[in-house]
C-alpha cells in the first residue's frame, strides 16, 4: 500500500489484483469502517460479493452511524457526522455508491449539490441567560500567552505528548478563551483528554480554523447519516452479493504466531444464541472493528432515565478486543481506553417537537424556520452557563424520511454528566427523557412556569448515555493503539477509530473510511494509492490565514513582544521588501 496525491490516480481503475479469486473476506461489524471495507473490496478489490461476509451482533447495520424511528420511544440519533470537503478517502468511497433517491446520481453528487445550494453557517454560536446570543462576534480572544502555548503545543514533536493531558499543555488564561468554547463543545474535548490527539486535530483541521465560529467549515447530509451514508452502502452491498450474517456476535479470533508472521486461523462467536468457529485459511481475509465508542450505549425514553449495565473496561467490543490484544503486543493496549467510564461518558438527547409551541424560541436563536427543509442552526448551539455544559443542533429537517412535516428533530447533548442542572437540579445521568427537554427548554428562554408542560405535552425526548464515546481521546503512547494492519499479518486487519493510521484523526468518518481503504489496499496489494491526507499543515498559505484569525484581526506589529523581538522583526520585514514574502502577509491581514 501507499498513498498518493491528485486527480491522477483519484481517477484510475486498479488492475485486479492477483489470485483474488481464491480468497474471500470475513468482516466483523457493520458500522462504517466496516461497511467501507466491504465496498473497496467490491470496487478496487474485484472480489465477487458472494464471497464477502459481513458478520454483526446486532439487528441492523450502521454501527455508530446510527436513526431509527422506535416505535416505543420515539426518534433516536446517538450523534451526528461533521463533515468537510478535503474527506478524501469519504469522497472517494462516495462517488461510487448510487443515490437512493435518484438512481443517476451518486451519494457524493448528492451531497455537493445539497451543500452548494444550501451551504452551511451558524447564526448564533453560543447562548447565555436562557437564549441570549453571547455574541462571540467570529472572535477568538486568545492572549498572548495562550497564543503562545497553542503555538507550542502546535510545534511539539508528537513523542513528547504521549500519555500527556490537554490539562498539562494549558492553563486557565487559555480555557478562558472563546477559541477553547469552539473547540471544547464542537469535539467534545476535555482537559484530561490526549494533548497529542488535539495537536493532530489543530494541523490536520489548520485549513478550517477560520470557519470554527460559524461552522462555515462544515457540510452535512440531508437526512440523519443513517439513512444518508449507512443504508446507500448496504444497497449497493446487497446488490453484489454481499453476505450479511446479524446477530452473530464475534468473541475471538484466534492467531497462528511465529516469528515470521501471524496469521488469523479462526474466528469464534455466537450466532443466534449458538457457539460456532470459522475456520480459515490464509486466503481468508480478516477485517475486524476494534473499540466502540457506543458499546454498551443505554437508552432512556421520556419518562425513564438510562441505566448504564457496565463498569469499567466491560462492554462486549472491548472484550473482544481484549481477547485478540491477550496473544501478541501489536494487537494493542484496549485497557488504555476503556478503564475509566468517568472520564470517557457523555450523554445526548433526541427531542422531537411534537407541534408548533416550542418552535418560536428556537427560531428566536438561530434566526431560521426550522421547518423550512434548510439549515437550522448551521451546527451546535453551546449554553455556555449551562450546569451540564449543554449544546444543542438542529438539522435539515425532517431528519427522519418517515418524519411529519410538522415535528422537529433537537439533538441535545451534556459534556458533564455528572453536575447538577440549572432548571433540573439533578445531575444529567439521572434525568428522564423528560427532564432534559425541560433543562433545554429553560437555557433557550421559555418561561418557567410554562417548561413543565410543553416538556411533557409539546415534545418527546430519548436520552442515550454512552459510557466510552470519547474513549479514543484518551491520553495515549505508541503502542496503545494497533497498526491497521499489525507487522506480520498477512490476512488480517483492523479497522476504525481505535487502530492506528498516522495521517489522520480520530472521531471522523473520515479515519473510518480511511482505515478500511488502507486495511484493503494492503491485504490484497491494490496497485493505487491510498489518497493522502489534505497538506494544510505544510501550506504556508493556510498557516497564515490561521494566524490570522486566530489573532481577531491584529496585526504583528500589535503583539505584545520585547522590544529586541519586535526590532528583529522589523529589521526581517525590510530584508525581505520586493519579495513575495510582504505580499503574503498583507493578502492575509497580518500588516
Not at 158 to 185: A, C, G, P, R
Amino acid at each position: 500500500m501507499y498513498h498518493s496525491n491528485g486527480n491522477y490516480e483519484a481517477f484510475a481503475r486498479p488492475e485486479k489484483p492477483r489470485d483474488v479469486e481464491k480468497k474471500s473476506a470475513y468482516i466483523v461489524g457493520s458500522g462504517l469502517a466496516a461497511l467501507s471495507a466491504a465496498c473497496f473490496l467490491v470496487r478496487d478489490g474485484q472480489m465477487k460479493g458472494e464471497r464477502i461476509h459481513i458478520l454483526e451482533a446486532g439487528k441492523l447495520p450502521g454501527g455508530a452511524c446510527d436513526g431509527i424511528n422506535d416505535p416505543t420511544r420515539g426518534y433516536v440519533m446517538r450523534g451526528g457526522r461533521e463533515m468537510e470537503n478535503h474527506f478524501e478517502c469519504l469522497w472517494d468511497l462516495f462517488r461510487s455508491i448510487p443515490s437512493l433517491e435518484d438512481p443517476e446520481l451518486t451519494v457524493l453528487d448528492e451531497y455537493y449539490r445539497l451543500n452548494k445550494k444550501d451551504p452551511n453557517y451558524s447564526l448564533c454560536r453560543a447562548t447565555h441567560n436562557r437564549g441570549e446570543d453571547l455574541h462571540t462576534e467570529n472572535k477568538f480572544t486568545l492572549s498572548d500567552e495562550a497564543s503562545m502555548e497553542l503555538i507550542k503545543l502546535f510545534m511539539t514533536p508528537n513523542e513528547q505528548l504521549y500519555d500527556k493531558t490537554i490539562d498539562d499543555v494549558f492553563d486557565e488564561e487559555f480555557y478562558k478563551s472563546n477559541f477553547w468554547l469552539y473547540w471544547q463543545t464542537m469535539f467534545a474535548f476535555e482537559t484530561w483528554h490526549s494533548a497529542l490527539e488535539m495537536k493532530l486535530y489543530i494541523q490536520r483541521f489548520i485549513h478550517h480554523i477560520g470557519g470554527l465560529p460559524d461552522f462555515s467549515a462544515l457540510k452535512f447530509t440531508r437526512y440523519n447519516q443513517y439513512e444518508s451514508l449507512i443504508l446507500p452502502m448496504v444497497k449497493y452491498l446487497e446488490s453484489h452479493n454481499v453476505h450479511f450474517q446479524y446477530d452473530t456476535k464475534v468473541t475471538n479470533v484466534l492467531f497462528d504466531i511465529t516469528p515470521d508472521k501471524k496469521v488469523a486461523k479462526q474466528i469464534l462467536c455466537l450466532h443466534e444464541g449458538k457457539e460456532e468457529a470459522i475456520d480459515l485459511i490464509e486466503d481468508d481475509l480478516v477485517f475486524l472493528t476494534n473499540g466502540s465508542c457506543t458499546d454498551s450505549s443505554a437508552y432512556g425514553d421520556q419518562d425513564h432515565a438510562p441505566v448504564v449495565n457496565v463498569k469499567d473496561g466491560e462492554g462486549e467490543c472491548w472484550k473482544l478486543w481484549k481477547n485478540i490484544a491477550a496473544q501478541d503486543p501489536a494487537f494493542g493496549r484496549p485497557e488504555k481506553f476503556c478503564s475509566d467510564i468517568h472520564k470517557t461518558n457523555w450523554e445526548s438527547a433526541t427531542v422531537t417537537t411534537l407541534d408548533g409551541k416550542i418552535l418560536p424560541y428556537i427560531q428566536n436563536i438561530c434566526k431560521r424556520d426550522p421547518l423550512s427543509g434548510r439549515t437550522v442552526t448551521g451546527g451546535i448551539v453551546t449554553c455556555k452557563d449551562s450546569g451540564w455544559y449543554m449544546s444543542w443542533t438542529i438539522n435539515r429537517q425532517g431528519q427522519f424520511k418517515s418524519q411529519p412535516k410538522d415535528q422537529c428533530c433537537v439533538w441535545v447533548y451534556g459534556l458533564f454528566t455528572d453536575r447538577p442542572g440549572d432548571f433540573v437540579k439533578k445531575p444529567m445521568r439521572d434525568c428522564t427523557g423528560e427532564e432534559i427537554c425541560q433543562e433545554w427548554l429553560y437555557h433557550i428562554g421559555v418561561p418557567e412556569d410554562q417548561i413543565l408542560d410543553l416538556a411533557h405535552n409539546s415534545a418527546r425526548t430519548v436520552p442515550v448515555m454512552m459510557p466510552y464515546i470519547t474513549a479514543f481521546f484518551m491520553p495515549r503512547t505508541k503502542g496503545d493503539r494497533p497498526l491497521v494492519v499489525p507487522e506480520g499479518c498477512v490476512n488480517f486487519a483492523f479497522l476504525g477509530q481505535f487502530c492506528e493510521t498516522p495521517r489522520d484523526t480520530v472521531f471522523t468518518t473520515e479515519y473510518s473510511v480511511r482505515t478500511a481503504m488502507e486495511a484493503v489496499y494492503t491485504l490484497l496489494d491494490v496497485d493505487r494509492g491510498v489518497p493522502e491526507v489534505w497538506g494544510s499543515v505544510y501550506d504556508v498559505r493556510a498557516l497564515l490565514d490561521a494566524t490570522s484569525k486566530m489573532m481577531d484581526g491584529k496585526k504583528l506589529e500589535d503583539i505584545a513582544l520585547p522590544f529586541g523581538a519586535r526590532f528583529v522583526g522589523k529589521k526581517a520585514l525590510k530584508k525581505v521588501e520586493g519579495t513575495i514574502v510582504p505580499e503574503l502577509l498583507e493578502r492575509y491581514h497580518l500588516i
